[in-house]
T-cell receptor, first 112, second 108 residues
């Protein structure tokens, strides 16, 4: 158990819909990363937050947005969903001293 | 972040040492080399990281060349449970970009 919690674990929805994925980092970790992993693909970095502020942006679509709240949990919002958005979405928090990433078990999104 | 190059797949016999190479020729002086692995579709798991010196922990050893342009992850006695995708990442100030990694298959 990494200490990072992601919900929901599985989500099935239809094209055009909007979903929210939630991540609770390890206690004490200020930084949260979001990644997307499509079938048989590597992990694509989407966005990073540090203590509530956006720190870095990767290949995140305009239909996607994220935020980190004062209690440090983070949400990834995916809107106008397309079939190609079906993927595993991982959240990770960072151990401040070593820079080690701790990943959650992911949220599997299926868009039908 | 500097880009890394890894072979897409490798086989290793159970009980033998698995040596996974990674090229990172554009690495900068302050960028660390991290290794993670992902078993099936679970969340990636940290293995080891280093800057210049070779590193060893209970899971693996990391050998970084003197010019830092490449590194090798060594699993000293591979078991079937080490079958996974192994990612070599060079980390700068922001972000942490994963490539497609090496699919290591441990053969019985």
């Amino acid at each position: 158990d990494s200490g990072v919690t992601q919900t929901p674990k599985h989500l099935i929805t239809a094209t055009g819909q909007r979903v929210t994925l939630r991540c609770s980092p390890r206690s004490g970790d200020l930084s949260v990363y979001w990644y997307q992993q499509s079938l048989d693909q590597g992990l694509q970095f989407l966005i990073q937050y540090y203590n509530g502020e956006e720190r870095a942006k990767g290949n995140i679509l305009e239909r996607f947005s994220a935020q980190q709240f004062p209690d440090l949990h983070s949400e990834l919002n995916l809107s106008s969903l397309e079939l190609g958005d079906s993927a595993l979405y991982f959240c990770a928090s960072v151990e401040g001293g070593t820079g080690e990433l701790f990943f959650g078990e992911g949220s599997r999104l299926t868009v039908l | 972040d500097a880009k890394t190059t890894q072979p897409p797949s490798m086989d290793c016999a159970e009980g033998r040492a698995a040596n996974l190479p990674c090229n990172h020729s554009t690495i900068s002086g302050n960028e660390y080399v991290y290794w993670y692995r992902q078993i099936h579709s679970q969340g990636p798991q940290y293995i080891i990281h280093g800057l210049k010196n070779n590193e060893t922990n209970e899971m693996a050893s990391l050998i970084i060349t003197e010019d830092r342009k490449s590194s090798t992850l060594i699993l000293p006695h591979a078991t079937l449970r080490d079958t996974a995708v192994y990612y070599c990442i060079v980390r700068g100030a922001d972000g942490l970009t994963f490539g497609k990694g090496t699919h290591l298959i441990i053969q019985p």
